[in-house]
């Protein structure tokens, strides 16, 4: 079994990306911590194999506690965290993170960055030496975080409903959106709906006059 310590300042995301490892196969959580310095106490005394790693920490940041595991622990780290700017995107790149994971995702975002970490870790232990081409497979393409959706509906759509949607800085409705992008209301809205159960948007409710409230969604 691979072990992994999941680090994450929110005890329920903490748990929700626990219960991500341990539906994959061949993976086991070890030890959760919710600050930097556990990070580092229990990187020390359960030696894991990869530490899931949060940024915004409430003493110690991700990026020190990066440091730190590089200059003191045989690990390997995949950021997991809220941060977008480019600066902590290249620090976390200069210090040497196998991947990069943008909250909120699902969980087939994290299963394919796990299984492609086991992956190589299969492949070098079947090596003693390492010619070029088992170093161009070790450092070649990595997983991507792919999106999952939904049967019926599509990748193209999904962006285009994005776009509507992060342009509309008060909001729209599902019959709004159905006009900006051109596609059907009932399907706008189930594109609408997907990302409010993935958590990019939120919805609420519009009451007018007589009949159900209107439900409008804004990009979160």
Do not use: N
């Amino acid at each position: 079994m691979i072990k992994v310590l999941v680090v994450d300042d929110d005890f329920m995301v903490a748990k929700v990306h626990s219960g991500y490892v341990t539906r994959t196969e061949g993976f086991a959580v070890v030890g959760v911590a919710h600050t930097g310095a556990d990070a580092l106490r229990l990187a020390r005394e359960l030696k894991p194999d990869l530490v899931l790693l949060d940024v915004y920490l409430p003493d110690l940041d991700g990026l020190s506690v990066l440091r730190e595991l590089r200059a003191t622990e045989d690990v390997d780290v995949i950021l997991i965290t809220a941060a977008t700017d480019v600066e902590t995107v290249r620090q976390a790149m200069r210090g040497g993170v196998l991947h990069y994971l943008i909250k909120p995702f699902e969980y087939a975002s994290l299963r394919d960055q796990l299984t492609h970490f086991a992956s190589l870790h299969r492949r070098l232990d079947r090596l003693d030496e390492a010619g070029q081409a088992d170093v161009d497979q070790v450092f070649g393409a990595r997983p991507s975080a792919k999106p999952v959706l939904p049967k019926g509906l599509t990748v193209q759509t999904a962006r285009l409903v994005e776009t509507a949607l992060r342009g509309a800085s008060g909001g729209m409705s599902a019959s709004e959106c159905a006009e900006a992008t051109g596609v059907a209301r009932v399907s706008a809205r189930r594109y609408l709906e997907h990302f409010v159960a993935t958590g990019k948007a939120e919805v609420t409710l519009k009451y007018g006059g007589t009949g159900r409230p209107e439900r409008r969604y804004l990009w979160s």
